[in-house]
């Protein structure tokens, strides 16, 4: 069964909000005067992999103009996709010959809120049903693409500029960075790994106990594919549903006496919450004193999801704050720190029970920046470029190494 293209709403980084687990759609927030942003953009895809199989590019997406779902084309062309039926369609085929090894291509892209897939070796399954477009997941052991080696960047281009991201939210695969060319000739890059990282990233789950190791796919020939994410892991059965019980429990305990203090909106320090536990429920007050949200004790899926029991609406209060708790939990900060969002990194992931996918992505990063969770961006620890005025955007695919 593939997944159908659906959306919930996270606020990333400069007004964005997700799509499919990380995908962005900027909400138009103004940005610094600048020359108009250009129907399309070019993106240069380099492969710089090392690999012999032929490369598939797909950019997919919405077109922000009309709201449609379609696909673009070299030349940013916007194609709309046909009607889709119950069962699923195929979906035309918006694939393009990617860049053979050692040399690039560009292409452009058009004003979307979009995926740029790229798969090695065989294209990629789309579908069409009656509510959109059907894409891959993996997760499940019997979608077309669960053999394939693939991954996607997400992006939004509009009339602010450019957003375009490497993400881990969904699953670590296929490595490759993101880069945008200024209008200055300077270039700003993320996503791509220290020497080694790909192999200490396995390398890292398989040596951690308690399930991290059953992320890993790999296809009958042994070729490893990807990891899942921890959600997908206690989704299937991988990870043991209770794999953060014992954390959640303590920080339960400890602010059922003392008060987690949220401050969500870094421009604005004298917007805090104040959170108390009461029972299974974390209820937070404003300056006032009055209840302005209240949190169910999470389970696993909520906190690697950043769903469920920490849902996070487009709002000004309960969306912020689950936000930075989610962020919280991932990192495991929440009991060393009673002020959140935290100020560095030097705290994350050092409690024995915490988000060890999202540990293992983050230390393996050239750079330090990752989305290995939705909200990865609170504090700006994310693998994020952004340009008003962009004169290129760049995807690269790196070594597997």
């Known amino acids: 069964m593939l997944r159908t293209l659906k959306r919930r709403a996270m606020a990333v980084g400069l007004g964005i909000a997700a799509v499919l687990g990380g995908s962005l759609l900027a909400t138009g927030v103004p940005s610094p005067a600048h020359a108009a942003v250009p129907d399309t953009v070019p993106l240069k895809i380099t492969n710089n992999s090392g690999r012999g199989e032929p490369v598939y590019v797909y950019n997919l997406g919405t077109q922000l103009s009309t709201g449609r779902q379609g696909w673009a084309d070299a030349s940013g062309a916007f ?31 058009p004003k979307f809120s979009g995926r740029i897939y790229f798969s090695y070796g065989r294209k990629l399954v789309f579908g069409l049903a009656a509510g959109g477009l059907v894409q891959p997941a993996v997760q499940n052991p019997t979608d077309p ?16 500029g450019l957003w375009l991201n490497s993400t881990q939210v969904d699953m670590f695969s296929a490595p490759y960075s993101v880069g945008v060319q200024r209008a200055d000739g300077s270039t700003a890059s993320t996503g791509r790994l220290r020497p080694g990282g790909y192999h200490g990233f396995f390398d890292a789950l398989r040596g951690r106990p308690g399930g991290w190791a059953g992320l890993i796919q790999t296809r009958s020939d042994g070729t490893v594919l990807r990891a899942l994410s921890p959600l997908y892991g206690v989704e ?32 604005q320090p004298g917007v805090k919450y104040y959170g108390r536990v009461s029972g299974d429920v974390m209820h ?13 004790k999470p389970d696993a899926s909520s906190v690697f999801g950043c769903h469920r029991r920490l849902d996070a609406p487009n709002d000004q209060v309960r969306g912020p704050i689950s936000r930075t ?49 939705a909200f990865d961006d609170v504090g700006h620890h994310e693998s994020l470029v952004h340009d008003g005025d962009p004169r290129q955007a760049l995807l690269t695919l790196d070594p597997f190494s």
Request: glycine letters at 8%.
């Open 79 to 109: 194609h709309p996709w046909p009607a889709g039926g119950n069962p699923p369609t195929p979906a035309p085929d918006a694939s393009m010959a990617g860049p053979a090894a050692g040399r690039s291509m560009t292409i452009r892209i």
């Open 284 to 296: 937070f007050t404003n300056g006032a004193g009055a209840v302005v949200t209240s949190f169910q």
């Open 145 to 160: 693409n669960r053999n394939i080696l693939f991954n996607w960047s997400e992006y939004t281009l509009n009339d602010s």
């Open 236 to 267: 299937t059965g991988a990870l043991p549903a209770s794999v953060m019980d014992d954390y959640v429990d303590r920080v339960w305990r400890k602010y059922t006496t003392s008060t987690l203090t949220v401050t969500p909106f870094a421009d």
């Open 325 to 373: 708790l989610c962020a919280g939990f991932n990192r495991s900060t929440l009991l060393v720190n009673p002020h959140q969002p935290d100020s560095g990194t030097a705290d994350f992931y050092r409690d024995a029970v915490t988000n060890h996918y999202a540990r293992a992505v983050h230390a393996q990063m050239a750079d330090g920046k990752a989305y290995a969770f």
